[in-house]
């Protein structure tokens, strides 16, 4: 069975930084897309940023030059550098993971979600 532990996050001072990792592990033969999405209260889960097996980055405009996905292959292990904090970044963050696991497929995973409290 797959499974994504996020960690990093917390409470972070406005116009601080932080960095959220998630890794994958079980029977994992490849991975192709890692993405960050985030879930603020009342609001609708919504893509923060994602990457490709071949790097290739998108963001959500109101993260762009601020925050940075990259991702270890080798660790199956992608992470979001956040820098420049906003109150309005705060959110649950949950990691998301297009994999291609041994026995089952090509299947979507989600990481548990890490808390992220931007202060003011």
């Known amino acids: 069975q797959v499974q994504l532990v996020e960690s990093g996050g917390g409470l972070v001072q406005a116009g601080g930084s932080t960095r959220l990792s998630c890794a994958a592990s079980?029977?994992?033969?490849?991975?192709?897309?890692m993405g960050w999405y985030r879930q603020a209260p009342g609001k609708q889960r919504e893509l923060v940023a994602s990457?490709?097996?071949?790097?290739?980055?998108n963001y959500a405009d109101s993260v762009k030059g601020r925050f940075t996905i990259s991702r270890d292959n080798a660790k199956n292990t992608v992470y979001l550098q956040m820098n420049s904090l906003k109150p309005e970044d705060t959110a649950v963050y949950y990691c998301?993971?297009?994999?291609?696991?041994?026995?089952?497929?090509?299947?979507?995973?989600w990481g548990q979600g890490t808390q992220v409290t931007v202060s003011s």
């Open positions: 079980g029977p994992i033969f490849s991975i192709n897309a």
């Open positions: 990457i490709t097996s071949r790097t290739s980055t």
């Open positions: 998301n993971v297009d994999a291609r696991v041994i026995l089952v497929g090509t299947r979507e995973y």
